[in-house]
Every structure is written in structure tokens, then in C-alpha cells.
């Protein structure tokens, strides 16, 4: 099992950045595919980014492809987002997601485990 916490958001103006991180406990981070979502209010919680556990593979959704930046660092159990050219839509409630395995994963349902979200504002 693995206890995540998201830190790094707030308020940020149009075209500016923000760098989220996540942090995980236990001894088995690395095991771990992990992945970026967000989800605006009164809309449903999409695929943002996604990360292998070796840190290879990186896979991004179509809307932050070039802007966004996901990584991992194995020695400190942390996962980043890094966010560049911030847009008005980018704003949300940004989550940490964890599972076992090789595969892709884009979608909630296939996360395990998922931290507290934390919030990105972006100004026009």
C-alpha cells in the first residue's frame, strides 16, 4: 500500500508556471506506475499525465502535451508536474494517482490509490 500527498499548487497568472509535487510513502515507489489528474468543478476527473515506475514511458493527454512535464525521482519517493504556459483552463483540483503494473492507464478506474488534491488557480 502507499499513502500520496500533493503539494505545490496555487495561484498563478495566464502564461506563468507552477511545479506540483507528490509525495509517497513506503519502500516500493519505484513498483509503482503513477499518474496526474485534475478534475474543474462540476466536471468529471481527467487523465493528465502518466509515468512508468522506472520513470521511463511518459505519456501525456492531448491538452498539456508540450506544456506539461511529468517525473519522478525513485530516491526521494516523489512524483512532479511541472506546468508551463499556465492557461485559464488548466485550472483544477490537481490529484496524484498510484498502481502496480506496466501498462498505460489513463483512466480513474485504473489508479489504486490517490492523494488529497491540491488546487491550481490560473488568471486571465
Known amino acids: 500500500q502507499v499513502q500520496l500527498a500533493e503539494s505545490g499548487g496555487g495561484l498563478v497568472q495566464a502564461g506563468g508556471s507552477l511545479r506540483l509535487s507528490c509525495a509517497a510513502s513506503?519502500?516500493?515507489?519505484?513498483?509503482?506506475?503513477m499518474g496526474w489528474f485534475r478534475q474543474a468543478p462540476g466536471k468529471e476527473r481527467e487523465f493528465v499525465a502518466r509515468?512508468?515506475?522506472?520513470?521511463?514511458?511518459?505519456y501525456y493527454a492531448n491538452s498539456v502535451k508540450g506544456r506539461f512535464t511529468i517525473s519522478r525521482d525513485n530516491a526521494k519517493n516523489t512524483l512532479y508536474l511541472q506546468m508551463n504556459s499556465l492557461e485559464p483552463e488548466d485550472a483544477a483540483v490537481y490529484y496524484c494517482?498510484?498502481?502496480?503494473?506496466?501498462?498505460?492507464?489513463?483512466?480513474?478506474?485504473?489508479?489504486?490509490?490517490w492523494g488529497q488534491g491540491t488546487q491550481v488557480t490560473v488568471s486571465s
Open positions: 494517482a498510484a498502481r502496480r503494473g506496466a501498462g498505460v492507464y489513463t483512466t480513474p478506474a485504473d489508479y489504486d490509490y
Open positions: 513506503g519502500r516500493t515507489f519505484s513498483t509503482y506506475a
Open positions: 509515468i512508468s515506475g522506472s520513470g521511463n514511458n511518459p
